[in-house]
């Protein structure tokens, strides 16, 4: 069975502080979604890899392939940046797992 | 507006009563999926779906049924619920199996009593 973990799985901050969020998995995948979930409860996709690095605004998401690791940083955090980060992992069979989250707290 | 629409979002019933939980995307997307989420066990998948006609078992597939007979609709059904059924569940659909952004419901809270 895949296995997806991340860490931290708490997280506190300062704001502007430069964050950074692990993913490690232990099978190949076709691709690595990354997703935010607010206190509210709904979930936004932020980035969707399967390869390389990817930047919005100041989110960037990376992936390593070989090593098995995407991170997930956040440039200049604000308290707004306070959520549920969680990674999932797609198989090939399409099949989706989840890590259990890192939860951010950004603190003015 | 793209957009994934479940009903209903909250509901409280109780053991045995068959409820059916709706999926609905405006994206024309191939790819939907249900989801469960429960306190310290994250997200898991219950069924995924390819496209139409087609679906397959996710890691939690025990107790659920589902269907895909239009592209847009994917329902839940739940024929005889029972209390370990209750949990947040989640609704989501893509564009491609492989490449596609995931596009998520508002959550539907469910409480099995």
């Known amino acids: 069975k895949n296995e997806v973990e991340q860490s931290p799985q708490n997280l506190t901050a300062q704001e502007g502080e430069f964050i950074t969020i692990n993913c490690s998995y232990s099978v190949g995948i076709s691709a690595l979604h990354w997703l935010q979930q607010h206190p509210g409860g709904g979930i936004v996709s932020l980035f969707m890899l399967s390869s390389g690095k990817k930047k919005h605004g100041r989110l960037i998401a990376t992936i390593n392939i070989q090593e098995k690791h995407s991170s997930l940083h956040i440039t200049a955090s604000h308290p707004r940046d306070s959520a549920v980060y969680i990674c999932a992992v797609r198989w090939t069979t399409d099949k989706l797992i989840f890590g259990t989250g890192t939860r951010l707290q950004v603190f003015p | 507006e793209a957009q994934v629409t479940q009903n209903p979002r909250y509901l409280i019933t109780v053991t045995g009563k068959k409820l059916t939980v709706t999926c609905s995307q405006n994206m024309n997307h191939e790819y939907m999926s249900w989801y469960r989420q429960d306190p310290g066990l994250g997200l898991r998948q219950i069924y995924y779906?390819?496209?139409?006609?087609?679906?397959d078992k996710g890691d939690v597939p025990e107790g659920y049924k589902v269907s895909r007979k239009e592209k847009r609709n994917f329902p839940l059904i739940l024929e005889s619920p029972s209390p370990n059924q209750t949990s947040l569940y989640f609704c989501a659909s893509s564009r491609g199996g492989y490449t596609g952004e995931l596009f998520f419901g508002e959550g539907s809270r469910l409480t099995v009593l």
């Open positions: 779906s390819m496209n139409v006609e087609v679906t």
